[in-house]
């Protein structure tokens, strides 16, 4: 038992994925401690140089916060997989097909499982309840996504509230969390939070977007997985714009055949891509400006350069 657990899990680790939720946070969390350490300096030791002085270190619960994102994004990833009946994952077969779907399940339960442990640990009710709404925030988007009507998934807005339950929410609240853990003050707090949201809306915009420009080698996994399952993203609400014949094909979830090939290339043929992309890059303007105001550092400027790795990235 536990070793096709360890097998499994194991598998899902050793895969070369991005690891941005993570780095997002523990730069976040240097990048505050430099702006603490240098205020701190600045007004209390008026002698000593701060940009000279100043250090910046990670608290162990910041890097277990760390921990505790990947360990959720993962489960996330594996209970996925089983709804999309997803055949690969990072380039290589996923749990669900290379052992089987309840596995794959109890796996990603497993791993709740123990962020939930792991958060226990923290001993700290401000970061637990963050965490805890992250995991609502992802069954919230789950449910959004398989309830929605015709309305729902034509209306932008539904589409941005939805991206962010499912994925900006565990960006913004793991930014929050170790803010809090790294005794930011309340407008630190909330800057963070601005940044983790907005640069997470911009992640999965760039994804939607990928989805359509990206060839499954690249992305490592399957791809139109969304618009297969009459999933609509925003590269197809900005095409609809253009293309209003499409209501009929997304009304009808693309049952009929020869509807996902039309609409594929009326989302080609549009800018909406492009729109995405350019949707993108506001929210990625609007999380640098929420840290504008940190003391500047490599740490602040490495959350900077997320930014624009965001918006470069191929897969």
Do not use: W
């Not at 209970?79 to 052992?99: K, L, M, P, Q, Y």
């Not at 565990?170 to 800057?191: F, K, P």
């Amino acid at each position: 038992r536990d070793f096709c657990l360890s097998r499994g899990l194991g598998d899902v680790y050793k895969r070369q994925g991005k690891r941005i939720r993570p780095v997002i946070v523990l730069l976040m969390s240097r990048a505050i401690s430099f702006h603490n350490n240098y205020q701190d300096l600045l007004i209390n030791h008026k002698d000593a140089d701060p940009y000279t002085n100043a250090t910046s270190m990670i608290h162990p619960k910041q890097t277990q916060i760390a921990e505790i994102i990947e360990m959720i994004h993962t489960a996330t990833l594996i209970h996925d997989d089983v709804i999309d009946e997803a055949h690969t994952r990072r380039g290589t077969t996923s749990i669900n097909i290379a052992f089987s779907n309840k596995m794959a399940i109890l796996g990603g339960d497993f791993l709740i499982a123990r962020a939930a442990i792991s958060l226990a640990e923290l001993g700290n009710h401000a970061v637990t309840d963050l965490m805890s709404r992250i995991i609502s925030d992802l069954v919230e988007g789950e449910f959004m996504q398989m309830t929605s009507t015709f309305k729902d998934t034509t209306e932008f807005d539904y589409y941005m509230e939805k991206t962010y339950k499912k994925t900006a929410s565990l960006i913004a609240n793991g930014c929050r969390s170790v803010a809090i853990i790294g005794n930011g003050t309340q407008d630190i707090v909330d800057c963070s939070t601005r940044y983790g949201k907005h640069l997470g809306l911009a992640f999965q915009l760039i994804d939607d977007m990928l989805d359509f420009v990206s060839s499954e080698e690249e992305m490592g996994k399957s791809g139109l997985t969304d618009l297969k399952s009459g999933i609509i993203t925003a590269p197809v609400l900005y095409a609809l714009e253009e293309f209003p014949e499409m209501r009929p094909l997304i009304r009808r979830k693309f049952s009929v055949p020869g509807d996902l090939e039309q609409a594929i290339s009326m989302v080609n043929s549009s800018h909406g891509c492009e729109k995405t992309k350019q949707k993108a890059k506001e929210h990625c303007a609007m999380a640098i400006d929420a840290i504008s105001n940190f003391t500047d550092s490599k740490f602040k400027q490495g959350l900077f350069d997320l930014t624009q790795i965001v918006l470069e990235r191929k897969k």
